[in-house]
């Protein structure tokens, strides 16, 4: 479903990635984790459009999506759930999703989205400011689902969550997938959070991936020892 070929992206002279490759099948949540500054949140946005590449292609299905505007990558079937959420806090529950249905030229937020997350139901005439760090990570997913993904990008989705919100995120996701059939790459650093949801684990350093495999296969403690150096 996602298909990255030896991405590399610079800011000015800097190069921060160093051909990135790697595959997402359909169906499949991958977990990329890595200590801070190892460049996952740089790969997720240049995943997005919102930095551009140097060089490398990305593809989603058969569409080339390197080169096109974040907006136009929306439309070919990518959505993205950015480090922090970023609701937009004046306005209520209801218009924040509503942003996201824009590409698909829809008005009423589908049942399937409220059922997905009761809680933003009861609240949708609330502020996104006024909702707590995990409403409003529930928010910033049901905004991206919203216009009916083929790969869903998630950066950092537990910081600043509580535990019991975490479980329930995973419980969520795992839903998504199962239900939707939709790819889900996600950057992480918790590790519990990661083993809990993914498909498979690829562990990024210095802007490279130097360790991938399958959950059933994942040697926790090598990967704990990448997280902590």
Do not use: W
């Not at 824009?102 to 009423?108: A, C, D, F, N, Y």
């Not at 989205?113 to 049901?142: D, H, K, T």
């Not at 919203?146 to 509580?162: C, F, H, M, N, Y």
């Amino acid at each position: 479903m996602l298909s990255v070929t030896d991405l590399r992206v610079a800011y000015g002279q800097s190069e921060v990635l160093h051909g990135l490759t790697f595959t997402t099948a359909p169906g499949e949540i991958v977990a990329i984790m890595g200590r801070n500054g190892m460049g996952k949140t740089t790969l997720m946005k240049s995943l997005m459009g919102i930095v551009p590449s140097r060089s490398g292609a990305i593809r989603i299905g058969g569409d080339e999506l390197t080169g096109l505007k974040s907006y136009e990558r929306v439309a070919k079937g990518v959505a993205y759930v950015p480090q922090g959420r970023m609701v937009f806090p004046a306005m209520t529950v209801r218009e924040n999703i509503e942003t996201g249905l824009t590409v698909r030229g829809e008005r009423q937020v589908p049942p399937d989205i409220y059922e997905l997350f009761p809680v933003l139901l009861e609240m949708r005439g609330r502020r996104g400011g006024n909702l707590s760090g995990g409403q409003q990570q529930q928010l910033a997913i049901a905004r991206a689902l919203a216009s009916r993904p083929k790969v869903l990008l998630l950066d950092e989705p537990t910081e600043g969550i509580q535990p019991s919100i975490i479980r329930e995120m995973a419980r969520t996701l795992r839903r998504i997938r199962d239900e939707r059939g939709l790819s889900i790459v996600v950057s992480e650093q918790v590790l519990s959070f990661a083993l809990d949801i993914a498909d498979r684990v690829l562990v990024m350093e210095n802007g490279e991936i130097v360790h991938e495999d399958s959950r059933d296969r994942v040697d926790e403690a090598k990967v704990a020892r990448l997280l902590s150096v």
